[in-house]
């Protein structure tokens, strides 16, 4: 993925707001076509017209309160690079239409063959808290093929809460700063009181900021959101592209709209039902397998000095951890040593594309020998960091405030120091930054608005899921129980490294995707692409 990327779904930690890590990733990955023309497996499958009608089921059709947002005139003006941009009303709190409401930012790259245009393909890249609209603005190539491109009118937007949507800002710069790179201990009482002292500083201050909005920047009002934006660009069905978490958005969709599907590409899934603590360990699995892939490939790579087996490489990884968890490296900011949190966040930003690891190579070298400031470079990368000290975005602070009210969490003390163990067995590596995640969530001041549970979305179009067996942040398993769980889902299967598979140089998944996409063909039973 060459575009800037959507956080790891999952849930933040107070250290790191974990989950957050292919904030660099993908803005840093480099690929390159690769991989088999056709998927392997079952004969694809031709799927009938996509019906259209007038008559599809929903809120609009049985309540006049919502009228003024499903009929609401769009006005696009140009906004520069080649889109078209405006603005999309909707009610912040989706059972009072009539009270407050906020403006979603939208843009859209028109069809370049309008003559052959298929309609508009809605695009989510993940996060939670990721700007569609930025995303989209990076290029339209990262996001579809030049077919896609051709034939669709490629619309992108900010969901609730991020980007240019009422973004949700809960700490100054210089306060979100120190909160990313406070090195507390929360296994002990002092580290545990200091941590749960600044979680609850920063949901007072995403209180202060979000006021009633912060109640409804879940994925339940989301997918609300979504259904007025099918209707806003004039489609009678959704069709879709979500990655990572976007994947979520457009599984939830498919369960409460069924008969509003049409084509839904779920790339890089998330399983609807998985809980918080389902989430936490299966990901620390797959950092810990990125980790291992990493390794193996160093160890026989020219250039990569850091050991001739991948245990060897693992070793120098832990070491640098271990050694900024007992004092901060120094970096050339002196106001900015590497603190434990920073060092990981440093490490996980490049374990998500191949093309990125070599940046890891060099910044372990350093660290080893005390210098940490490549590994704060990465970790400031991740978090959208400029070297003025500002932030590019509120991509962070959004993913909290929306992980929050997506999964219940158990913060007791109890509950977090049980799954500290699991999650250190899971991943020797990472399980320890990765512990105490349910901090935040558990002094937030809102509760949960979605409880985790099977889609089976009956009745709707045939989906296609997307998943790429070594991909750390949402692992195949996920791609395999989401495909299981919706009715009309086929599997894609992508064998190779990364998080998610469409457009980050497989062209055997481009192909099939774009298939599904232009012309209704549904890759076969077992379909598989090799890298």
């Not at 809120?59 to 690079?81: F, H, I, K, L, N």
Request: include cysteine.
């Amino acid at each position: 993925m060459t575009a800037a990327p959507p956080p790891v779904p999952g849930r933040p930690g107070r250290r790191l707001l974990r989950g957050a890590a292919l904030l660099a990733a993908a803005a840093l990955a480099l690929t390159a076509c690769s991989g088999t023309p056709e998927p392997t497996g079952g004969a694809p499958t031709t799927l009938p017209p996509t019906p259209s009608t007038t008559a599809v089921p929903g809120e609009q059709a049985t309540d006049p309160a919502y009228a003024r947002y499903y009929d609401q005139r769009v006005d696009w003006s140009d906004c520069g690079g080649g889109l078209q941009c405006a603005t999309v009303e909707v009610p912040v709190d989706w059972s009072q239409p009539d009270r407050d409401r906020l403006g979603l930012a939208v843009a859209r790259h028109p069809a370049t063959d309008p003559s052959r245009k298929v309609g508009s393909l809605l695009v989510n890249p993940g996060g939670p808290g990721a700007s569609g609209v930025a995303w989209l603005r990076g290029g339209v190539q990262a996001v579809v093929s030049d077919a896609v491109e051709q034939r669709y009118d490629v619309v992108a937007f900010d969901p609730r809460g991020t980007g240019s949507s009422q973004p949700v800002q809960c700490l100054s710069d210089a306060e979100f700063d120190a909160y990313r790179a406070d090195p507390a201990d929360p296994t002990t009482p002092t580290g545990l009181a200091e941590e749960t002292s600044e979680a609850e500083q920063f949901a007072q201050g995403c209180e202060v900021d979000a006021g009633l909005l912060l109640g409804h920047l879940g994925t339940a009002d989301a997918v609300r959101d979504l259904d007025v934006l099918r209707a806003a660009v004039g489609s009678e069905r959704l069709d879709y592209l979500g990655k990572s978490y976007g994947t979520l958005l457009g599984a939830e969709y498919a369960g409460r709209f069924p008969h509003r599907v049409g084509r839904l590409v779920l790339d890089g899934a998330l399983d609807p039902a998985s809980s918080a603590t389902d989430v936490d360990l299966v990901q620390a699995e797959g950092l810990e397998q990125s980790l291992r892939a990493y390794a193996q490939a160093c160890s026989q790579r020219s250039g990569c000095d850091l050991g001739s087996t991948a245990d060897a490489v693992v070793q120098q990884v832990r070491d640098v951890l271990t050694a900024a968890r007992k004092e901060p490296l120094g970096t050339s900011d002196p106001q900015r040593p590497l603190t434990a949190p920073l060092a990981f966040q440093g490490v996980i930003a490049t374990l998500y594309d191949s093309g990125t690891w070599p940046l890891l190579d060099r910044a372990v070298r350093d660290a080893r020998g005390g210098d940490g400031s490549r590994l704060l470079q990465l970790a400031d990368a991740y978090a959208g960091r400029q070297p003025d000290g500002t932030y590019s975005s509120n991509i962070l602070q959004a993913f909290t405030a929306i992980s929050c009210l997506d999964r219940p969490v158990d913060a007791s003390p109890e509950g977090m120091a049980a799954e500290a163990a699991q999650l250190e067995q899971r991943s020797p590596t990472f399980g320890r930054s990765l512990s105490y995640g349910a901090l935040q969530c558990g002094v937030w001041p809102v509760p949960p608005t979605r409880t985790p549970a099977p889609v089976k979305a009956e009745g709707a179009a045939p989906v296609l899921v997307v998943g790429t067996t070594n991909d750390p942040a949402t692992p195949y398993v996920w791609a395999q129980s989401l495909a299981s769980q919706l009715s009309s889902a086929r599997l894609l299967t992508y064998r190779g490294e990364g998080h998610t598979a469409y457009r980050r140089g497989s062209a055997c998944v481009d192909g099939a995707v774009d298939g599904y996409l232009l012309s209704g063909v549904l890759p076969g039973q077992d379909a598989t692409c090799d890298s």
